[in-house]
C-alpha cells in the first residue's frame, strides 16, 4: 500500500537523493568541526560532568 503512494509519485527517488546529500553534508561539517576544534576546548568540555562547581561555565572564546 505504501509503496503504491510512492510509486505514484513523480521522481520519487530525488528525495532520498536530496535526504542523504543533506545528512553527508551535514556529517562532514560536524567531522570537520571535531578535527578543527582546540585542544584545550576538548580537555575542558569533557571535565565538565565531573565538575562538582554550581558556576556556570564559560565556554566562549
Known amino acids: 500500500m505504501i509503496?503504491?503512494?510512492f510509486r505514484s509519485i513523480i521522481h520519487v527517488e530525488?528525495?532520498?537523493l536530496i535526504g542523504f546529500l543533506i545528512f553527508f553534508?551535514?556529517?562532514?561539517l560536524v567531522t570537520?568541526?571535531?578535527?578543527r576544534m582546540?585542544?584545550?576546548d576538548?580537555?575542558?568540555m569533557s571535565?565538565?560532568?565531573f565538575d562538582d562547581s554550581n558556576e556556570?561555565?564559560?565556554l566562549t572564546r
Open 3 to 5: 509503496t503504491d503512494s
Open 14 to 16: 530525488i528525495y532520498a
Open 25 to 28: 553534508t551535514f556529517f562532514i
Open 32 to 35: 570537520i568541526h571535531t578535527f
Open 38 to 40: 582546540k585542544k584545550e
Open 42 to 44: 576538548i580537555a575542558e
Open 47 to 49: 571535565n565538565l560532568p
Open 56 to 58: 556556570p561555565n564559560n
